[in-house]
T-cell receptor, first 115, second 109 residues
């Protein structure tokens, strides 16, 4: 149980384009989903907390207009990187928390490369 | 505030033991331990909620000190599959986790 999927696994795009990443909880309903970014050999940095049906809460320094988050249902959250630039290239990972529980289950991650 | 993890890296032979520490300057609501292999997402190992708690599974266990500011992960009789980067994630409330910088564990045959 507690499986989280992400799509796509990897994406390569040109500078200036937008990329959408989907995060799905497959076998449970997630009232809260989290989006992280991880640069090579570094720790996971929380970007935003997404609650179903409400606006995401962004961490300090994360541009909400650049990283659009939508949590339309209890099983799906999306992250759209708008007008991507090479410095946005990173490993993006989502996690989902079971309602009322503390454990976060991570998706397999999406590797974004912006040329 | 990011928790401090130590050591940064450790190399072991199969069958040897290791301890990874995670410290915070503030009392924590919970500590979460994850293992991440290269190019993959972190895999949940365990969560500790109570001061003085110890728990484990197979040969991996963890403790949370009474003041809830320090946790240790114990790997006993390490196996090749234990190799990876271990992260502690700390929670001070609100369900958001702040992750330490990671400990790279390499188990050699």
């Amino acid at each position: 149980g507690a499986v989280v999927s992400q799509h796509p696994s990897w994406v390569i795009c040109k500078s200036g384009t937008s990329v959408k990443i989907e995060c799905r909880s497959l076998d449970f309903q997630a009232t809260t989903m989290f989006w992280y970014r991880q640069f090579p050999k570094q720790s996971l940095m929380l970007m935003a907390t997404s609650n179903e049906g409400s606006k995401a809460t962004y961490e300090q320094g994360v541009e909400k207009d650049k990283f659009l988050i939508n949590h339309a249902s209890l099983t799906l959250s999306t992250l759209t990187v708008t007008s991507a630039h090479p410095e946005d290239s990173s490993f993006y990972i989502c996690s989902a928390a079971l309602g009322g529980a503390d454990t976060q289950y991570f998706g397999p991650g999406t590797r974004l490369t912006v040329l | 505030q990011q928790p401090v993890q130590s050591p940064q890296a450790v190399i072991l032979r199969e069958g040897e033991d290791a301890v990874i520490n995670c410290s915070s300057s503030k009392a924590l609501y919970s500590v979460h331990w994850y293992r991440q292999k290269h190019g993959e997402a972190p895999v949940f190992l365990m969560i500790l909620l109570k001061g003085g708690e110890q728990k484990g599974h197979d040969k991996i266990s963890a403790s949370f000190n009474e003041k809830k500011q320090q946790s240790s992960l114990y790997l006993t009789a390490s196996q090749l599959s234990y190799s990876g980067t271990y992260f502690c994630g700390t929670e001070i409330g609100g369900r958001q986790l702040t992750f330490g910088s990671g400990t790279q564990l390499t188990v050699l045959p």
